[in-house]
């Protein structure tokens, strides 16, 4: 009898913020075969259905989507058939191999005008054309009735990809000053965040079957905690990312700030209903803000110590007497190494720590060896 570490998860998008992380959380879980636009083209229903067939996944999890939000505005028809079409024939896919489907939405499905946190059961009023393609992608699923879920999560940010976050640390090396949108809220949400919970959800999917699946289908909220203005985002990325120069932000309205699509003012999830069915409880945004930042200055060092030291300098250290540096050497299958220097504290030892980290591109689990 085959266990569920087996069992095939299928996930799209694999160079997609979330899809990245995706393929490295559901990794244990089962066989991860991650998936990228050229094996598996949204916009190729033929392509899907065969790869689908061919490789008979227990789950799948479809992060992958047309997310220009501006430009959708002017590809509706594209943006319509890859998140509003797909979606539903993905679900009808998995349906006949009884398998579950894990797929993605948005808070963009709302219009923005209620004064509290959306729950899963408010009425939607897109007010772009991502939003009224994601919604129909919800729909499509919907109506096919498998063991499906949709997790609307909102304001997506990471190390990785295109984001508002990199934007801004991108911008604070040479403007001093920014005006930045005050009057839209909502929860930025790390990517490594939606991973994490969507790892959790798919184990015990797995372990469940579909006896599980079947009950939990339907749309849940995802995404942090808390809320927050895009002027906040901004200043709590500055002020977390341990930068010499801050840029001073101004909070201007959105009216200020015209884009193609418009974009709701009141973005704010509840995910209560996630708490309920699957007992996790999302991280506050800031908290999550902060360790992605920590990861990005422990990543800053190493650069700095690579250009200072040249990239023998950690393969010539010695082995460690007492008292002396030690040196955890973590191997990656694909020999992609990313260095982290962590000095633990500065005691009266002198503890140095210097972890060998594999690197985020292909970073998964890896064994480690401590040279001593
Ligand atoms: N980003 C946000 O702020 C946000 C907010 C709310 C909801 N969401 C939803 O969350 C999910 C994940 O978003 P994300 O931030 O990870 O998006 P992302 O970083 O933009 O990644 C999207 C992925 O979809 C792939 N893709 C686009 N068109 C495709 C096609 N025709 N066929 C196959 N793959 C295609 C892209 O491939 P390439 O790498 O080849 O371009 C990319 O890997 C999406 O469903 C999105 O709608 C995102």
């Not at 299928?10 to 995706?22: A, C, H, I, K, W």
């Not at 200055?297 to 690579?306: G, H, I, P, Y």
Request: aromatic share 8%.
């Amino acid at each position: 009898m085959s266990g569920a570490a087996d069992k095939t998860i299928l996930v799209t998008g694999v160079n997609g913020q979330v899809g990245f992380e995706l393929a490295r959380s559901l990794q244990g879980l089962g066989r991860v075969v991650a998936v990228d636009r050229k094996q598996f083209d949204l916009s190729d229903l033929d392509q899907i259905r065969r790869v689908i067939r061919e490789m008979k996944p227990a789950l799948i999890v479809n992060p992958a989507a047309y997310t220009a939000v501006d430009q959708a505005e002017k590809e509706k028809a594209l943006a319509m058939r890859i998140n509003g079409e797909t979606p539903g024939v993905i679900a009808e896919e998995a349906k006949r191999l009884n398998a579950a489907l894990l797929h993605f939405s948005t808070d963009y499905v709302f219009d923005g005008t209620k004064a509290a946190a959306y729950v899963e059961t408010d009425a939607t009023n897109p007010q772009n054309v991502y939003g009224a393609s994601k919604l129909a992608g919800e729909q499509a699923i919907a109506q096919v009735g498998g063991a499906s879920m949709t997790m609307r999560t909102s304001w997506v940010y990471g190390l990785r990809g295109k984001n508002f976050l990199l934007t801004m640390l991108r911008l604070a090396a040479d403007k001093p000053a920014l005006r930045i949108v005050g009057d839209q809220h909502g929860a930025p949400t790390w990517s490594k965040t939606i991973a994490a919970l969507v790892a959790h959800i798919a184990a015990q999917g797995l372990a469940g079957g579909n006896d599980w699946w079947q009950p939990k289908a339907g749309v849940y909220h995802l995404c942090a905690g808390g809320v927050t203005s895009w002027a906040g985002f901004a200043r709590a990325i500055f002020d977390y990312a341990g930068l010499d120069k801050k840029p001073s932000v101004e909070a201007i309205p959105a009216s200020e700030y015209p884009t193609p699509a418009k974009r709701p003012a009141n973005s704010r999830m509840s995910c209560d209903k996630l708490a309920a069915a699957f007992g996790l409880q999302v991280p506050e945004w800031d908290d999550a803000l902060r360790l992605c930042l920590a990861r990005s200055v422990e990543k800053r060092s190493t650069l700095a110590v690579r250009r200072h030291h040249g990239p023998s300098y950690f393969s010539v250290l010695p082995r460690r007497p007492s008292r002396m540096p030690r040196v955890i050497m973590m191997k990656s299958s694909r020999r992609r190494f990313d260095i982290m220097l962590k000095i633990r504290n500065l005691m009266p030892s002198r503890v140095i720590s210097l972890i060998f980290q594999a690197s985020e591109i292909y970073g998964r689990r890896h064994s480690s060896t401590a040279l001593r």
